[in-house]
């Protein structure tokens, strides 16, 4: 995504003349490329055009077209559905929190809000859109892979291997280009949440700090995470596909994180467990105290 040279590429789209001046002035000496918008209909426009946009940071209440019917006619533009999208707004009341994150917003901030949180949360926006473009890549390594596998089981370690196995492991589903986020983003909790022990607060922080990276590393090189494995099994029957994900941590209170929570709205992540349910797999269950989640896929879908 981004320019031919590899610079990402941003729209920003607010009606408000000073917001976009302000909002370009966040950006100075960032490195990135901005194109701005003061309505919905014009944003459209810039998107059909020849730009290739790694992000949209979009305001909602706006003339001719706002922000949300623009995040729907993107969401369902297959050409679109992948840039993620981070709505601000003074419109901020739980209800319209989920009701953005419903319609499929990467995240929702509520102005006024500090320069840091903008570029935090782009920042992870970027770097999660990036992995997900890698991934896609990966799937058409593997297309004919998987197709004579009933059933396997499979260890990994690292936030890479997790990635490379989520894209394989795609393929053996109906949809393989919505499977592999679903299945990246659980096999990913697997190694930082449950074998490393990386907790929610702290990868929040770490987001902020930009430093989550290097916080993996260091906890998968203490040697009391040296033997640590996630395990993968998939078991492919008439109807459906089966797989299950298990870690070896201490679980957790999977409950809560089920569905969108517009009170975690403006943190840097957790938002994978949901939007893994809207990945197309028809169940997800946890089993026992966390550490164990099942997916189930229909063949049909």
Not at 7 to 21: A, K, S, W
């Amino acid at each position: 995504m981004g320019t031919p040279g590899g610079t990402p590429r941003l729209l920003v789209v607010d009606d408000e003349p000073f917001n976009l001046e302000i909002i370009s002035e966040y950006f100075e000496g960032t490195g990135l490329d901005l194109d701005t918008a003061e309505n919905g209909e014009l944003a459209w426009s810039l998107l059909n055009g020849d730009n290739n946009y790694s992000a949209v940071l979009l305001d909602r209440m706006m003339p001719v077209l706002d922000g949300m019917a623009l995040l729907m006619r993107m969401k369902s533009d297959s050409r679109f559905l992948s840039i993620p999208v981070i709505m601000q707004t003074a419109a901020g009341n739980p209800d319209q929190v989920r009701e953005g994150l419903a319609a499929g917003a990467y995240y929702y901030l509520v102005k006024p809000y500090a320069r840091d949180s903008l570029l935090t949360i782009v920042r992870g926006a970027l770097a999660d859109n990036d992995s997900r473009n890698k991934m896609q890549q990966k799937l058409a390594e593997h297309v004919s892979a998987l197709q004579t596998l009933a059933s396997g089981e499979f260890v990994f370690r690292t936030i890479e291997e997790a990635s490379i196995l989520a894209a394989f492991l795609a393929q053996i589903c109906p949809q393989p280009e919505s499977a592999v986020l679903g299945l990246s983003e659980l096999m990913i909790n697997g190694v930082e949440h449950g074998n490393l022990g990386i907790s929610y607060a702290e990868k929040s922080q770490l987001r902020r700090d930009d430093c989550w990276n290097e916080e993996v590393r260091l906890r998968l090189s203490l040697p009391e995470n040296s033997e640590k494995r996630v395990r993968a099994s998939v078991v492919r029957g008439a109807d459906s596909v089966v797989i299950r994900i298990v870690d070896e941590g201490k679980g957790f209170e999977w409950q809560k994180y089920l569905d969108f929570d517009p009170e975690r709205a403006f943190d840097p992540n957790g938002r994978g467990i949901a939007l893994t349910r809207m990945s197309g797999f028809a169940t997800i269950e946890y089993e026992g105290c966390g550490n164990t989640v099942k997916l189930q896929i229909r063949n049909n879908c």
